[in-house]
């Protein structure tokens, strides 16, 4: 292991330390790419040795969503930093170079990991690269030398926010601190599932009548994995503030949690019986209102499966990062030419263009590090354009990140209020 000296300390400790190499530029679809030197920092509440040897920290993992491969044999690890005598300062830090859009956001956490989890680093026949990840998870904590912090992921804690030009969030995605908006809850028993789980309603208004609405129907919009966006990372609060902005018209949001993750891969992977159980169980209520769905990664396939299977009724979607390699396996190796189910449905199609996908309306996002999805990306939207499918295509500075996808639902939706088609809906 190479230790970091304690002369290359700022006098200053702060997290992360971002520095523009002078290397040139590149020009992407997805932006002017530039090299970083960022370094990350992480410091122990007490640089003493812990009596238990078991729970000395004998390294700190690092996790930058969509940069580092938590995948990969060796985790992205910061290194001890010591004194002139090689005593250790309680101080970790780690620098790395990246080729990133310039105004790239997203969002990091530290792993530390003691002497008795050390074994858990090791990949084995027992150890696979996912439940080493798993393991590691429920140990995770926001990078306390960094005020720019993110409430999100499954655990419900802290991640810490990188910018690489500073730039705020909008007034409308700051954190709210008095409540505003209230979510409407019930128990949806399905008995096409046979499964039980509560759902949230939420009606945002305008502030008041003076306010200029573009809508006059209000639109559903319906947010799969709710559990994310009503607990983890509440957007209520957010979307009435949109909404009281005139940056968001009004609308009701219906958020559809998951049971479990289980039933997540069974609900959300191309299954008609979850689509049948929305349409017959929970839709008779709007029945006269424009339907939006939002949905990301899994939840993203879900929500375009839906759209090219019911297009009268799905006609509107925002996908973020969807998974569209699904059901393949082995998805990351860049030389996999195979194409997932949605790519090999719409090439199938047996009239070209098919006149029940002429009205639908897709945005499709993912981000400028998520590669693979990239990858799949690329054939399915081959076979929409031949099947005269409409849809915008936008590569965020971003990555396979919760905080990306918090920012891009509202520009998403933003975005397609705005869209001639949307506006044809409230001509009608």
Known sequence: MQNNALENLPAELSSPVIKKLNTGKQVTESG??????????????SPKKDKDKDKEITTVVL???????????????????????????????????????????????????????????????????????????????????????????????????????????ASYLQPITKQKAQLKKRLWHSDILANSRQISLLSTQVASAKTTQHNKIKPLIILLDGEVWTEQIPLADNLQ?????????????????????????????????????????????????????????????????????????????????????????????????????LSQFLALQRQTPNPSFQHLHWLLQYGSQEHSIAAHHLPFVAHAAKQHIQFMQTIYPGGHDKFCWYQQIFAGLHTLFQSSDWRQTQSN
Request: proline fraction near 5%; include cysteine; hydrophobic fraction near 40%.
């Open 63 to 169: 996790e930058i969503l969509g940069v580092t491969d938590h995948h990969a044999a060796q985790l992205c690890q910061l290194q001890p930093v010591v004194d002139k005598f090689g005593a250790h300062t309680g101080v970790w830090s780690k620098s790395i170079k990246l080729k990133l859009p310039r105004n790239w956001q997203g969002s990091y956490f530290y792993i530390p990991v003691c002497k008795k989890m050390a074994d858990v680093l090791t990949l084995t026949a027992n150890n696979n690269s996912r439940q080493r990840w798993l393991s590691l998870l429920p140990y995770r904590q926001v990078d306390k030398l960094n005020n720019k912090q993110f409430t999100c992921g499954e655990y419900a804690v802290k991640q810490s926010i990188i910018s690489l030009n500073n730039q705020e969030l």
């Open 241 to 341: 503030a949109a909404t009281e902005q005139a940056y968001l018209p009004a609308a009701d949001y219906l958020f559809i949690p998951n049971i479990s993750g289980k039933t997540r891969t069974q609900e959300l992977t191309c299954n008609p019986r979850f689509w049948q159980a929305i349409s017959q169980e929970l839709l008779s209520d709007f029945s006269a209102q424009p339907i939006v769905l939002v949905g990301q990664s899994l939840a993203g396939l879900a929500s375009l499966y839906a759209s090219l299977n019911w297009p009268q009724r799905f006609r509107f979607v925002v996908s973020q990062s969807a998974s569209l390699w699904w059901p393949l396996k082995n998805f990351r190796q860049p030389r996999n030419q195979q194409q997932g189910l």
């Open 32 to 45: 002017i790419h530039q090299d970083f030197e960022i370094t990350f920092y992480w410091q122990q509440s």
